[in-house]
């Protein structure tokens, strides 16, 4: 028995590659992990190599542990985490954070983990006002398995259409980008439209 991947094997090289992408994304925001998910997605749906229910099960794992140390950085060092939320902001908007992370911190944390750019500073908060670990990680599983499912069903949609996986791989990526682009569309115009309101 070896221990070297078979780089020939392109399960072998694709999980290890789905997990830390996702792993290392999730942490720092550089890797687009919903692009990976569907791109593995739509490999499974036109080759052997990959499962769909490994790709899922690898996906949530890499962004439940991406998700969690996020949360524990914040949680960890809470007096520096509270000072970056708190930059600019009156006294009593932490006192709002807190009450609403008490009445619907699990919204909350799903919501932050679909909206794109919205689960970095959903996790930080959540650390900083100190909410406990024993609601943020079934909340967290919760929205890393919503958050999997969404993107690879991108990746299966273009995987039914193409056969090739590597035009299905590429539809999977454009159709990430663009629900990306059409979520960050729709969270700019609430925010406008509350701005107006208030």
């Given amino acids: 028995m070896t221990l070297a ?51 899922l099960l690898v996906a949530t794992l890499g962004a439940m542990l991406g998700d969690t140390a996020t949360f524990a950085v914040a949680r960890l060092g ?62 967290t599983l919760a929205a890393c398995v919503l958050w999997a499912v969404a993107y690879a069903l991108l990746g299966v949609l273009s995987g039914g259409i193409f056969d090739s996986p590597v035009v299905a791989t590429l539809l999977a990526a454009v159709l990430v980008l663009l629900v990306t682009v059409v979520l960050n569309l729709v969270a700019r115009w609430r925010r406008g439209r509350t701005k107006v309101d208030s």
Wanted: charged share 15%; proline share 9%.
């Fill in 78 to 139: 809470s007096t520096a985490a509270v000072r970056w939320l708190a930059r600019g902001q009156r006294p009593e908007r932490l006192v709002s954070v807190r009450e609403r992370f008490t009445r619907r911190g699990w919204q909350l944390v799903v919501i932050g983990r679909l909206v794109p750019a919205g689960r970095i500073p959903v996790l930080l908060a959540a650390g900083a006002v100190e909410y406990p670990w024993r609601r943020l990680v079934p909340a």
């Fill in 5 to 55: 991947l078979d780089w020939s094997d392109t399960s072998s090289i694709g999980y290890p590659t789905l997990f830390l992408g996702v792993l290392i994304g999730s942490i720092v925001p550089v890797v687009p992990t919903g692009a990976l998910v569907g791109a593995a997605a739509a490999v499974a749906m036109t080759t052997p190599h990959l499962s769909l229910p490994l790709v």
